[in-house]
């Protein structure tokens, strides 16, 4: 490369780059950080999401409730522009409590998986144990017929990561109760998806592969596994006793709620923060995800207070179905790309509202360092990282459109005791770790916006 062209590379590289922060950044995320920790509205705002509303399973009574209350309350912050988008959702109802004993008297703490049909009454049958879900899966065909499938399959305790460990066996949850009624089975049971020995089953939901047979499908909680498992040991031919009654309503509007400060300079381009509305039926949905909607308000509104007026539009997004199909991020992705909308970054928080401990970014790989300049900034605040990494369910159908996804990352060694139970709830979530979760996501959204994410950098 001849001299001339080397210079202007250089030349065009400077004019793409500005430097990654300013000199008065670091006293601007300070004073983020301390409105925050005395002004916080984001505890109040949880513990009325939890406590006055409760559990919002998707189409529920209260899911809509909280769509009136999340409306009103952005309003009440002042968002330049408050809206809602409507969204087809399922409705799968639990029913009555389910009920699951041995054959030898022991009753177990259980739970249906989501999208499982009921029992139709109770059943009884033997059961075969699997130690995991690829041992399920090489069962030759027919020789569960009659049977119930139980997958005692533990999460891994060696990784740090504990969503790691928990992607390394959800398939039991959503595949397995497929497998096992191909192979003849005429119910299926599972381990919970958590860490701890305790008596909480984890809900959750499951597929339904066309041209596999729907059977009736549970979670035993981790000392129910366990005790399954030990009377299989001492006699095989333990039988197992399951009830549930579960059903669908018709499918129901509900909608995704979102709330906008106008840029100044760029009102057409995009900066999004988010997380899900909708929570399972059992618990309040305090981590999963009240604490995600929350922080993501939180964010904009102390921004707005601190009279931080953003150049781009930032928007916070509660979105609706996340739990139960992801059909809020579908209709959110699609009705941006119909509007020619420009997101320049899109964040969510969906991993619990505990400690803040960095962020994880689906981007090229130049975008991703450039990020990871701001590491330093965010060093005082005990945020260690912004790596490759997963951005979230419901902002990654804007990855299509070529949108950097930032996923907000909390500490997880606790999330998994509460995921998707009774126990999620507001009594369990640490108001300092929360509102220093919305100061971290305020920060990020400060730095973006000002600065920018450069799009010509590519790997």
């Not at 062209?5 to 590289?13: E, S, Y």
């Not at 309003?75 to 639990?94: C, H, K, L």
């Not at 009624?181 to 597929?207: E, N, Q, W």
């Not at 997880?412 to 996501?441: C, I, K, W």
Request: some cysteine; glycine content about 10%; hydrophobic content about 35%.
């Amino acid at each position: 490369m001849t001299m001339n062209k080397i210079l202007l590379c250089f030349f065009i590289f400077c004019s793409y780059f500005k430097p990654a922060f300013s000199q008065d950044d670091p006293a601007q995320l300070r004073s983020i950080y301390d409105y925050a920790l005395t002004e916080g509205k984001a505890y109040e705002d949880l513990r009325y999401l939890c406590k006055e509303i409760g559990p919002r399973m998707t189409g529920s009574e209260n899911a809509q409730k909280a769509v009136e209350w999340s409306v009103e309350k952005m309003e009440a912050y002042g968002f330049d522009s408050v809206w809602t988008q409507p969204v087809d959702v399922q409705r799968w109802i639990r029913g009555e409590k389910e009920f699951c004993a041995t054959s030898l008297g022991d009753t177990l703490d259980v739970l249906a998986i989501g999208f499982s049909k009921g029992t139709s009454g109770r059943i009884t049958a033997g059961v075969v144990e699997f130690s995991t879900l690829e041992q399920l899966k090489s069962a030759p065909d027919g020789s569960l017929e009659g049977k119930i499938a139980f997958v005692n399959q533990p999460m891994n305790p060696k990784l740090i990561d504990t969503f790691g460990a928990y992607g390394g066996c959800a398939g039991a949850r959503s595949i397995g109760p497929s497998i096992a009624s191909s192979k003849g089975a005429i119910a299926y049971v599972m381990r919970s998806l958590g860490l701890r020995a305790d008596d909480f089953p984890h809900t959750g939901v499951m597929a339904h592969p066309e041209g596999i047979d729907s059977i009736p499908a549970f979670a035993l909680s981790t000392n129910s596994a366990f005790k399954l498992s030990q009377l299989l040991e001492e006699n095989p031919n333990t039988e197992l006793q399951l009830e549930s009654h579960c059903h669908y309503l018709p499918d129901v509007t509900s909608y995704n709620v979102v709330g906008q400060i106008t840029g100044s300079e760029y009102p057409d381009q995009y900066v999004v923060t988010g997380g899900h509305l909708d929570s399972w039926d059992v618990g309040e949905g305090a981590h999963d995800d009240g604490t995600g909607v929350i922080q993501s308000m939180e964010a904009l509104r102390i921004l707005k207070e601190l009279n931080i007026r953003p150049r781009h539009s930032l928007r916070c997004v509660f979105f609706m179905n996340e739990e139960c199909g992801a059909r809020g991020a579908t209709v959110y992705a699609e009705e941006a790309k119909a509007n020619g909308e420009k997101h320049i970054a899109a964040m969510e928080s969906d991993r619990g509202g505990f400690a803040p401990r960095g962020f994880s970014v689906d981007a090229p790989e130049g975008q991703i360092a450039y990020l990871a300049e701001w590491e330093s900034l965010f060093e005082p605040f005990n945020i260690h990282f912004i790596r490759k990494g997963y951005g979230g369910v419901d902002i990654n159908p804007l990855k299509a459109q070529g949108t950097p996804l930032i996923g907000f990352v909390p500490d997880p060694q606790r999330y998994f005791d509460v995921h998707h139970t009774s126990n999620d709830v507001f009594e369990n979530v640490n108001q300092r770790e929360l509102e220093l979760g919305a100061a971290s996501m305020a920060s990020i959204l400060y730095l973006i916006d000002k600065h920018g994410i450069p799009t010509a950098i590519r790997d």
